[in-house]
């Protein structure tokens, strides 16, 4: 039976090997959030960028749609902000764009997963998607928390309890202390997942920095449950067939 | 106010900036329960390493009597295993004598740990012994699980949660998504703490290479609950006036 593993943070990811298996790269606030609903918002493909001079040289040379922030804000000379909010505009005037988008923790969580054999994005916004995929697949599943600059943090982790209850039958959940925790955490938080992660100091602040529709939203489960980002060569892109 | 984060591996350390702070290493399933309950016993003190030869070596230049095992089982040329149950012989043979004890996870914990003020090896053995000595040096604490090769373990992780449960009051407990991940399993486990962690294929795999008296005994509260082993120069040393 394939079993789920999850890393709590990036800095860890030394100590797994990937290969042949499926990881899930999660950070829930905000990029992995704002990557599925751009996708399923109409942006052709996204390529996620550590800092602000990759994500201008990728808008100059490549013609991509930026978005980046400092401190909360959208960052001088982007298109755009890191708010999944930024793609919710009547009328999808950014639909068949590629985009590119400055996510320092989701990055590096990304980059150290190179040597899976599927890389995917997961949120709770595509729960059902990544859940899909998983089950489609029958490999080994090892979710990758991006945390925040290295440090666990709860949001991602609960939504890889999340993933584990959902795949509990059918796939090994029982093996790695940190899906055992993960999930018992996320059977907490459940009943009422956005009072349960602001409960976190680290939650609050980003909530208070931004509009708190973004937290509210990036809370939601499945509103893009057919949206699957699937890594392919240097960008992420749509699933097809889900 | 203080505050008390959780550190839950020790491949984790290096972004944690520990001066000033108390650490307490954590390796429950054995080395801190073993250490404790030797210091307990009347061991005058304790070194220890990371291999069998360093082991060895203590025992032949310093006349060290000397724990170590290899797959569970004490190893061939050391006069003891790790258990606690080593030294709980009646009529404490190896009372006054100095011990090393080689135990991998626990020593890396201990010396990437350095840089704190304080130093100190908890356990459930001594919870109580733990607690008092942090709310008497009122400093920033991070507890350091040992882990399992550098991996998430939830018999350490619950540990560091019911430490922080006995703090709550007059510490901060809520800056830290480590520490409230903690302290919510812990609030999981606690109404019965030796069922909650044989959940654990880690646990259950030591369950059985030991007899599992062993398991039995490090699940217990504050049977040591005045013994705290604090490092001193290149030892764990019984702290005084507890």
Redesign the interface.
Known sequence: MPSIDVC??P??L??SDLRGKVAVIVDILRASSTIVTALGEGISHVFPVATLPECAALGQEQGCLTAAERDGVPAAGFDLGNSPFSFLTDGRPHAGRALAISTTNGTTALRRSHAAAHIVAGAFLNLSAVAGFIRSQQRDVLVVCAG???????ED?VFAGALAARLQHGFDI?????T??AL??WQ?AQADLPAYLL????VRRLNSLEASQDFEFCMQIDTYAHVLPVWENDRLVLAQGL
Do not use: M, R
Request: aromatic share 10%.
């Open positions: 709590f943070s800095e860890l030394p100590l925040w600059k290295g440090q666990f943090c709860l982790t029982s093996s790695s202390d940190a055992l925790a018992h955490l907490q409960q976190s100091a680290h």
